[in-house]
């Protein structure tokens, strides 16, 4: 079992920053990979952004791309993403994920790749 705990989000204005935290406890030794997705309301669950065990690959939505960056401590079981130049298409519940391998694939950016789920931190992003 891997539980996972977000924090970071919070309100802020368009063209702001946030830095979205997420620490895994549990059956964490395998530095497996780990990634972010957001659900709008009356939206679907899309995924944002996935890295690697190691944190040497990432992966991005093209809707973030060059404006969202995710990185992981190991040594702290903690995964983050921070986001820059927010706008308010960007408002959403964010929820991390682990999936249990250590590569992204081709089906990283699949909510059904994941096995374990966060309770999701809000994130709104005023105009």
């Known amino acids: 079992q891997v539980q996972l705990v977000e924090s970071g989000g919070g309100l802020v204005q368009a063209g702001g920053s946030l830095r979205l935290s997420c620490v895994a406890s549990?059956?964490?030794?395998?530095?497996?990979?780990m990634g972010w997705f957001r659900q709008a309301p009356g939206k679907e669950r899309e995924f944002v952004a996935a890295?690697?065990?190691?944190?040497?690959?990432?992966y991005y939505a093209d809707s973030v791309k060059g404006r969202f960056t995710i990185s992981r401590d190991n040594a702290k079981n903690t995964v983050y993403l921070q986001m820059n130049s927010l706008n308010p298409e960007d408002t959403a519940v964010y929820y991390c994920?682990?999936?249990?391998?250590?590569?992204?694939?081709?089906?990283?950016?699949?909510?059904?790749?994941?096995?374990?789920w966060g309770q999701g931190t809000q994130v709104t992003v005023s105009s």
């Open positions: 994920a682990v999936a249990i391998r250590r590569f992204l694939n081709s089906d990283s950016s699949r909510p059904d790749e994941y096995h374990y």
């Open positions: 549990g059956r964490t030794s395998g530095n497996y990979v």
């Open positions: 890295i690697s065990g190691s944190g040497a690959t990432t």
